[in-house]
């Protein structure tokens, strides 16, 4: 059973709500990337999502996106992303999950520069995930049509392939993304980019509760929660929360490197309290 499975059937057990949050890796830096990953730890996270830094993160808004731009600035890559997880693997006690677009997997282990070389095959990166101590992925532009074989190469390598399931699926799509989907299914709370919102639409909870019905996989809520009533009242349908670019901006307030670390602690300390 894939470490993803155990974290949500021990929650299952104590009757509580899986606390997700987002850092994208490489800022404001690497070293600190590996510190943030146990500084959330501390912080009572129950699973970890890590960004791979892309150039182009269509699904992503401002905040993600220029935290990505940071890292890519200061030379992160994924092969890095990797490295500083696997440094940290044996003080980490809840599943990492690594965060994605299709680009940086399907060109990982290529040259930067010089003639193109065979493959476009995930391979190479699934195998490197795995090596890392990663136990899911997510691979937010890989719809289910298109991700049959990264699903397979991934399970074999005992990888959790986490899909998306958006507001204006059809209940038969719905199905499809709950079959394929391993560890949790990830519910896109609106139909647009990352960001936190004042306000969640009034239509999520009863969404979540429709795909409840026909998939008895956990459902974890993800794009726009900010706030802790706002991950209270999620909760109550959903189990689990995930949350990336409020995160994101507590940490940016912080007046030095030392108090990105406590903001961090803060805002997911306050959270999880709140669930």
């Not at 057990?13 to 600190?32: H, T, V, Y």
Request: hydrophobic share 45%; aromatic share 6%; net charge positive.
């Amino acid at each position: 059973m894939n470490a993803i499975d155990l974290r949500f059937d021990r929650l299952k057990s104590k009757n509580r709500k899986a606390l997700i949050p987002f850092i994208m890796a490489g800022d404001p830096d690497l070293s600190s990337t590996a510190r943030l990953l146990l500084c959330l730890q501390d912080a009572q996270a129950d699973l970890i999502e890590v960004g791979i830094p892309f150039s182009d993160p269509l699904a992503d808004g401002p905040v993600i996106q220029q935290a990505s731009m940071r890292a890519l600035s200061r030379g992160t890559t994924p092969q890095k992303v990797l490295d500083v997880v696997a440094s940290v693997r044996h003080r980490i006690h809840i599943p990492v999950i690594c965060l994605s677009y299709w680009n940086p997997i399907i060109q990982f282990g290529r040259p930067m520069v010089g003639r193109p070389t065979e493959g476009g095959t995930p391979v190479a990166f699934i195998r490197a995930a795995q090596r890392s101590g990663i136990s899911g992925l997510i691979v937010v532009d890989l719809p289910i049509e298109e991700g049959g074989m990264f699903h397979q190469v991934a399970s074999a390598h005992e990888l959790a392939t986490i899909f998306l399931a958006a507001p204006t699926s059809s209940s038969e799509r719905l199905r499809s993304i709950a079959q394929m989907s391993e560890g949790f299914i990830y519910y896109v709370s609106v139909t647009g980019t990352t960001g936190a919102r004042r306000q969640l639409p009034e239509s999520l909870l009863s969404g979540v509760r429709n795909l409840k019905r026909l998939s008895s996989k956990p459902v974890c809520v993800g794009f726009g929660v900010s706030t802790a009533a706002q991950a209270r009242t999620v909760s109550e349908v959903a189990d689990g929360v995930i949350v990336g670019s409020a995160l994101l901006q507590a940490m940016g307030q912080a007046r030095n490197r030392q108090d990105i670390y406590s903001a961090a602690f803060r805002f997911i300390h306050r959270l999880r309290t709140a669930l």
